[in-house]
């Protein structure tokens, strides 16, 4: 359950830092714990992670994050599932913020196999 658990907040700061890089140029860890409403700590720790995985780099003078290939790709499959899903569910008859809230949840334990489904279903 813990290897779940640390996948999906994995996948959330990634999602979290690619969405606030669509909007600002530069992206700070206190921008992604404002984001999330997580503290300080949990967030140093957190982006910590990902840059000890190889997913980020951190600017020691700035703090800007930037992605490395590989963060980079995984952030956008996170997203893309995201994107995905709040579609199917908005299909399906929810209104977009209740398929948001529930496709920011489903997106870290749906497979790949349920995602072309998902895909297929709305024609992507």
Do not use: W
Not at 11 to 39: C, F, H
């Amino acid at each position: 359950m813990a290897a779940k658990r640390t996948r999906e907040s994995e996948e959330m700061y990634l999602e979290t830092i690619l969405r606030l890089k669509q909007s600002k140029p530069n992206v700070r860890a206190v921008d992604v714990g404002e984001e999330l409403g997580y503290v300080k700590s949990s967030v140093s720790r957190g982006v910590n992670l990902l840059k000890a995985k190889g997913y980020i780099n951190i600017d020691r003078v700035t703090g800007n994050i930037t992605f490395t290939e590989a963060g980079r790709a995984k952030a956008e499959g996170v997203y893309n599932r995201h994107r995905i899903l709040t579609a199917v569910l908005v299909k399906l008859g929810a209104n977009r913020e209740l398929a948001e809230e529930n496709a920011c949840r489903i997106e870290h334990v749906v497979s790949e196999e349920m995602m072309e489904i998902f895909k297929n279903f709305i024609g992507s």
